[in-house]
């Protein structure tokens, strides 16, 4: 089973990939974890890589195709995979297409977990992390018996940077300006299934699943 996986930061991609990968027993590729593989095995394609990186900057998209083509010609891939955070672009989308075509490879599904921007503002700003030993809280749907303290080890609640109001709008205007366009394309050019991420972790996997059994 081939899938590519979109998604809001912060709609539960993660989570929802975790629990396809194990359940179809696929291999769970993000271009993240392909990066840090490449480069912390000093391939030629992470000592490029890692010129971008260090500087701050994006690995540009030829590069970026390049690492995931060579991914997915590995032996674990040939059960099948999941791809998490590629493509991001309409010209990575038709390169992949490119390549599977040449390898006498399809998609199976395209899915997206759709969140509306302010659920996933909302889900993510009320997040509280405990400072001592990690345990995580909502304020609104899992909040502590005291405020910002701790049920386990009663130590303070904090908010993590990136859950910041200001963080959250900012990533989701980067996405949508690059993701709607692919969203587009895949609507187009394949049979691209929307599940709704608003509904709890079982019922969104539950929903994933009664599509991908088709």
Known sequence: MKIILLGAPGAGK???????????NITHLSTGDIFR?????????GVEAKKYIDKGQLVPDELTIQVVKDRLMKEDCKNGFLLDGFPRTVFQAEELGK??????????VVLLIDVPNEFIVERNTGRRICSSCGSSYHIKFNPPEELDICNLCGKKLIQRNDDYEETIKERLNVYTNQTHPLIDYYETNHSLAVVDGRDDILTVSKNIFLILEK
């Open 99 to 108: 390549f599977l075509q040449s390898i006498n490879n399809t998609l199976d």
């Open 37 to 45: 593989m490449n480069i912390s095995t000093c391939t030629p394609l």
């Open 14 to 24: 993660g989570t929802q990939a975790k629990l396809i990968c194990e359940k179809y």
